[in-house]
């Protein structure tokens, strides 16, 4: 990924800031210009805000077929997790047993390296989630 | 507005064509549809192609022109129009070509769909393909396309109970059709302990509940209803089609175990064809994993929500089952070159409708439906077929 396509996103990536409607107050991540909910009225109300890193796992998959850059890293565990706000992501899960993941089980956000551009190229940071506590 | 007919179809054989181009296949359907339709260059008013990455499979944009030129038709200057739209490419191509014939401004269009996905690596085919998800929210962070499937499985399981060999299931039936399908790319039987014991792709998804990647070509003939009389007497209908989109990342859509694309696609499609699912003895639908196969079925309403897993095992959607679903072998053993999918699947239920299936006929089908999806369920398209009276 071109530099800085990833440096635009780095705000949400790094510091998981997402978005609130100002009308019906519906959470977003990564923030959005308008609400899925209200549409045109949310135009120019959506505040920023910074999710508390917690959640709980919705489901998950143990990756064994991986793109290039993750190959040194398989199998690897990704989860859609949906924070204490209300709205989902897909992250990597960490520190945590394949075998141990299970659906409902509550994470937390890290911040890790996501990966780099070829062999001496910018890293990539943002959040990953392991088990909470 | 006009009705529209299918009145020749065209198919290249599926599969790893390491002695055939691009152009090779897709002037190959076309050809072969055209031959079919028995209609003449002069009478070809646009040519629409569904291709998903030509620019990142063999760094060729600007296929329509190319496809066009390649069959023959570069003198007759016609529009030609290339649509995107992850792997439901060509059943929006044949949406939109339905559309210029409905509203009068043309009477014959072609229909192509192409996919040539083995001059690249398997590792990059696969990223290409997950670049219909969301690159920026989901693939960056390691989701891979077989992983957001698999996601999607896992949960089914979690809600219904669904298990692998469910699944498997899928697989099973389709290699089985597959292996009554000449241009099939996998024309062999399966067992389920294959399948189960697969390596695994991305858990629960083994490399058998998977579809191939494939290069092909399809292609169809349209025609209004009014003419269609001169060049066939066994005209099939396009008497609905639907098609909606969703939240482009599988976390934000409202239930990760029903493409709300789908179902609203069917809907459209159902309401505009005046019947129900009851009323389909034959569809091909979007298997590129074997947990879409059982969705589709769910959220096209063929079977109850969270029965997809233990109807395909009972048997109700085999051949000459309840509904016959995949009867081709689907994405899964026909073979999934992606642009050519919806196209391919359309060839396949005009074929079914006119009784020249072959081995793999069924029975008595009067009406046919297929059902594409693009990315992971962001795009959903359903076309409803009637054989004419």
Redesign the interface.
Known sequence: MAIPRFWREIQSRYNLIGSKCGSCGKVDFPARAVCPDCGRKSVGKMQRLKLNGKGSVVTYTVIHDAPAQFEMMKPYVMAIVEMDEGVRLTSQLLDVHPDDVKIGMRVQATFRKLGQEGEAGVIHYGYKFRPAG | MREVAVIGVGQTEFGELWDRSFRDLGIEAGLKAIQDANVRSEDIDAVYIGNMSAGKFIDQEHVSALVADYAGLADMHLPTVRIEGGGACGAIALLQARLAIMSGLHDIVIVGGAEKMTDVGD?QA??IL?STAD??????????F???Y???A??HM?EYGTTREHMASVAVKNHKNGALNPEAQFQKEITMDTVLNS???????GLFDCAPLSDGAAALVLCSMEKARKFTDAPIRIAGSGQASD?L????RRD?TTMDATVVAGKRAFAEAKCEPKDVQVAEVHDNFTITEILAIEDLRFVEKGKGGPATMDGWTALNGKISVNPSGGLKARGQPVGATGVAQAVEIVRQLRGQAGKRQVVGATRGLTHTLGGTGATAVVHLFERGS
């Open positions: 590792v696969a990223e997950s690159q920026e929210w989901e693939s960056v962070f390691g989701a891979t077989a992983g957001l698999a996601m999607m896992r949960r979690h390596p695994w792709v991305a858990e629960p998804l939240f990342a599988v976390h934000d990760l």
